[in-house]
């Protein structure tokens, strides 16, 4: 293994006890949160990028902005189940069985966001040391695998962000 492999292996590990801690609803709400974001910021981002000069730039600015709205919107509605099934979880089961879930929703959160993070830098690389360790690591092709099936829903914002850098 190299040093690339216990870098992403050590995030998504992370990420999972981040969603062992928030439990099933908040991690769910996390998940659908990045996928319902990505869908409406590929397809608005265009016209809230004319608001600020319709430039390459305008365009990513658009893009993260509506993506980050998005996600805390979404993230809000699941915070407010999540509390209100925290009741539930006043017994021992239900709060194992909510964490576990957690851990699992967390672990699958931190595999997507990885393999679209990595999918970005084979594209638009920071330097030769990470192509390299992106070559050569197993956990990196894995998830690259994994990234190329999300790629597709957003390709306008892949797009904009190529000819803005």
């Known amino acids: 293994m190299v040093s690339l492999d216990y870098i992403l292996l050590g995030l998504i590990l992370v990420i999972g006890l981040l969603g062992f801690k928030k439990g099933f609803l908040e991690s769910l709400g996390s998940i ?11 397809r608005y981002f265009p016209v809230v990028a ?14 993260i902005l509506i993506f980050s709205v998005s996600i805390k ?11 209100i099934f925290r009741i539930i979880t006043i017994l021992p089961f239900v ?13 699958v959160e931190g595999i997507f966001v990885l393999s679209v993070i990595l999918h970005f830098l084979l594209k638009y690389p920071l330097n030769d040391w990470l192509l390299w360790q992106m ?8 998830l690259l695998v994994i990234g190329s ?5 957003f390709p306008e914002a892949l797009k904009s962000i190529k000819s803005a850098l």
């Open 32 to 42: 659908i949160g990045i996928i319902v974001a990505v869908i409406i910021a590929s």
């Open 50 to 63: 004319t608001w600020f000069g319709d430039s390459n730039f305008s365009k990513v600015i658009a893009f």
């Open 73 to 83: 919107i979404v993230s809000l509605m699941f915070w407010v189940f999540g509390k």
């Open 95 to 107: 709060s194992s069985f909510d964490k576990l879930l957690g851990l699992i929703l967390g672990l």
């Open 135 to 142: 070559s050569i690591s197993s956990v990196a092709s894995v």
């Open 149 to 153: 099936v999300f790629v597709p829903l």
